[in-house]
């Protein structure tokens, strides 16, 4: 199992970033797939998911600016970043529970700084 994040960066208070998450290794389409989030100094924190039939949760600190979404044909999840405030900056980090392991990403920086 293999998940490969892009699309961190920085970006300005009220900024937008699309995060992208490559899988291989595994049927991707027949997992949920979720979004996590390190910030300095806190606990890791569940993002958001997407279940394989494209049902989807949100912690309530993102819900109405971010979307997640899957591409099942290109085996990638993506995590859409509107209105991206201070607190939102961290490590994202792709994971999928596979066959009773979790797996993980190496993880992509986002900074919302002015």
């Known amino acids: 199992v293999q998940l490969v994040e892009s699309g961190g960066g920085l970006v300005q208070p009220g900024g937008s970033l699309r995060l992208s998450c490559a899988a291989s290794?595994?049927?991707?389409?027949?997992?949920?797939m979720r979004w996590y989030r390190r910030a300095p100094g806190k606990e890791r924190e569940l993002v958001s998911s997407?279940?394989?039939?494209?049902?989807?949760n949100y912690a309530d600190s993102v819900k109405g600016r971010f979307t997640i979404s899957r591409d099942n044909a290109k085996n990638t999840v993506y995590l859409q970043m509107n209105s991206l405030k201070p607190e939102d900056t961290a490590v994202y980090y792709c994971?999928?529970?596979?066959?009773?392991?979790?797996?993980w990403g190496q993880g992509t920086q986002v900074t919302v700084s002015s």
């Open positions: 997407i279940t394989r039939t494209g049902g989807t």
């Open positions: 290794g595994f049927t991707f389409s027949s997992y949920v």
């Open positions: 994971n999928v529970p596979f066959l009773y392991s979790d797996y």
